[in-house]
């Protein structure tokens, strides 16, 4: 979840208390559904900043391998192989998430005054949780967890897997913008994907 003017994740202040599943309980009890309709679609532009993004450290990491530097990370690597991938993420969040239907879903009011589809930040917040290493389970669990609280609308749930998405992007983004700017030859260890 970045905020749109820095580019960077807002903290939310919860801890899980006992796991996933305590998260997800906080996360209902915490945040109540906005009975405002959404005045803006912010996930267009977010999208859009994402993708120059991940295409500029592409593009560097492109520039590096042309020039057989050989202290390309694994991280760089894996984005030369798998670019095709991550653009094929963004195309299907512009396609399956239009303005309209964004706007249709319920939102929640952060303490910062910024409004998220509901569904936005529970996913954003699992990917957050499990760095991005998601399967069928952990999102069962934390989604019926939530649920027990705050029950889900159906088109919050077809836009789960979009929501996912879009949340693993935002982390590679961050992730790769810390290699960016990591020195040569440190000493501490790069992220690896």
């Keep these: 979840m970045l905020n749109p003017g820095t580019g960077t994740a807002p903290k939310l202040v919860l801890q899980a208390r006992d796991g996933v599943g305590e998260l997800a309980l ?11 309709p959404a005045e803006r679609f912010p996930i267009l532009p977010q999208l859009k900043a994402l993708e120059r993004d991940i295409q500029a450290a592409h593009q560097q990491f492109e520039a590096a391998a042309r020039a057989q530097q050989p202290d390309i990370s694994p991280a760089a690597e894996w984005l030369l192989d798998n670019f095709h991938i991550v653009r094929q993420a963004f195309q299907q969040i512009r396609i399956g998430m239009p303005a309209d239907y964004y706007s249709r879903l319920p939102k929640v009011n ?5 409004e998220l589809a509901r569904i936005y930040l529970l996913a954003s917040t699992l990917a957050s949780f499990y760095e991005s290493r998601l399967d069928a389970e952990n999102i069962t669990g934390f989604i019926q967890a939530y649920q027990t609280v705050s029950p889900l609308k159906t088109g919050e749930i077809w836009a789960l897997a979009l929501m996912l998405r879009l949340g693993i992007l935002e ?7 810390n290699i960016q700017h990591a020195r040569p030859n440190s000493t501490y260890p790069l992220p690896v994907f």
Aim: net charge neutral; hydrophobic share 55%; proline share 0%.
């Design 110 to 114: 952060l303490q910062n005054g910024l």
């Design 26 to 36: 906080e996360l209902a009890e915490k945040f109540a559904i906005s009975s405002r």
């Design 171 to 177: 982390m590679l983004a961050v992730s790769l913008a």
